[in-house]
């Protein structure tokens, strides 16, 4: 009963949309392909098509199946469809940019991992070291018989084992007490700067931090400990064996194999950011999901 009438309806329907419809069609097929497009020219050509979107119309017995359809999109309308992109785009990078790529595959490999013993030493020696190159750079009121030398009470022992820290080497102008001392408050800045990244910023860089400072420690304490085979035990060699073990080798020996535990482990981790980076930014390319 109702086959004739829809017959007619959609004849006319025909009749009256054909024209437009061929029109869209020769359109589409003059426009050029995305796929040979890449850069600015794929943007402009996928903004056209998006803003084209927009003016469709469906018609039903002629008139327009939606007021979105038949009006030009609003300010916010268009400003909450550009967001819409943008946010798609930061997800997967649509142009390929080498550092949108790199970028978008360190934020999902490059988690920042701490280590309790890491941490932990550079939070117990980082008043130590201030400590140390504070006596250092004050002497002589820093040692026996100067006015601050309360401060430092325990060096009024360890000048006297030490020469690096006595009164021969303050006479003879050796530099090399403030020289290392000054070193030290360098790598102090660097533990307090790992400490801030890893635990507070939550930033990628701590592993590189914390490593670059390790290196440094034991850097300056293999050369401490150089410089007295070199020149024949001349700040220590006066101390017996006992003396020496409990007061140098032992403090000192610390200095030695902590730093290189620190180096060890934030090594691993610095290696194994870089493979997974490696490997994220060659799944990016190639469009494949991680």
């Known amino acids: 009963m109702y086959r004739p009438l829809l017959s007619s309806t959609l004849s006319a329907r025909i009749e009256r949309e054909a024209p437009d419809f061929h029109e869209r069609l020769q359109s589409h097929s003059r426009a050029p392909s995305t796929a040979t497009l890449n850069g600015p020219r794929l943007n402009e050509e996928l903004d056209k098509t998006e803003h084209e979107d927009w003016e469709t119309e469906t018609y039903v017995d002629g008139t327009p199946t939606s007021s979105q359809s038949s009006r030009a999109p609003s300010t916010v309308e268009m400003a909450e ?4 992109r943008g946010q798609k785009t930061d997800t997967h990078p649509r142009l390929g940019n080498p550092l949108q790529i790199i970028s978008h595959a360190l934020s999902r490999t490059m988690a920042v991992k701490t280590h309790t013993f890491v941490s932990l030493w550079f939070l117990l020696t ?9 006596y250092c750079f004050m002497r002589p009121r820093s040692m026996r018989g100067g006015d601050l030398h309360w ?20 006479e003879n102008g050796d530099g090399f007490t403030n020289a290392q001392s000054l070193l030290n408050i360098v790598e102090n800045f660097m533990n307090i700067g790992y400490l801030y990244l ?10 590189l931090l914390g490593f670059a400072s390790a290196v440094m420690t034991l850097s300056k304490t293999v050369l401490y400990w150089a410089q007295e085979f070199y020149c024949g035990g001349c700040a ?17 020996g610390l200095w030695l194999i902590v730093p290189s535990f620190i180096i060890s482990r934030l090594s691993k981790d610095i290696l194994a950011s870089l493979r997974a980076t490696d490997q994220a930014v060659k799944k990016e390319k190639s469009g494949k999901k991680l």
């Open 81 to 84: 469809h550009e967001e819409t």
């Open 126 to 134: 980082i008043p130590i070291i201030f400590w140390d190159a504070g």
């Open 151 to 170: 401060i430092w009470k325990p060096y009024e022992l360890y000048q006297e084992i030490d020469l690096v820290y006595g009164v021969k080497a303050l």
């Open 198 to 207: 890893a635990h507070v910023s939550g930033s990628p860089a701590a592993p």
């Open 236 to 252: 220590v060699g006066h101390n017996d064996l006992q003396t020496l073990i409990i007061y140098w080798i032992i403090p000192n």
